[in-house]
């Protein structure tokens, strides 16, 4: 019913920067929240950041003043932009998303990404 599609992963270096995006496509009324999720190796996922449709926004700790989220309501695209990326900034990305499928639908339905690599070299 709702896909969503991520892109923008890759190798950089330490320092470096990239941009990740996330399209939802599908039977979708509205996207009340979005956000991206990161898992390690090894380690269990996280939450990176999230941002609601009004432009609300809540950051992990060790991503403050370096990524930032927004999103396109129209386009229905959640983008990171990851600056001053760290090795352990390394793992997949996943891109989420609370999507409310039908205005008779009241509640919200949770969707996620298939996931992009990110690869942080030192």
């Known amino acids: 019913q709702v896909q969503l599609v991520e892109s923008g992963g890759g190798l950089v270096q330490a320092g470096g920067s990239l941009r990740l995006a996330c399209a939802a496509s599908g039977r979708i009324f509205s996207i009340p929240a979005m956000g991206w999720h990161r898992q390690a190796p090894g380690k269990q996922r996280e939450l990176v950041a999230n941002?609601?449709?009004?432009?609300?926004?809540n950051y992990e700790d060790s991503v403050k003043g370096r990524f930032t989220i927004s999103r396109d309501n129209v386009k229905n695209t959640v983008y990171l932009q990851m600056n001053n990326l760290k090795p352990e900034d390394t793992a997949v990305y996943y891109c989420?998303?609370?999507?409310?499928?039908?205005?008779?639908?009241?509640?919200?339905?949770?969707?996620w990404g298939q996931g992009t690599q990110v690869t942080v070299s030192s």
């Open positions: 941002i609601t449709s009004g432009g609300s926004t």
């Open positions: 989420d998303a609370d999507v409310r499928l039908t205005f008779y639908h009241l509640s919200s339905s949770h969707y």
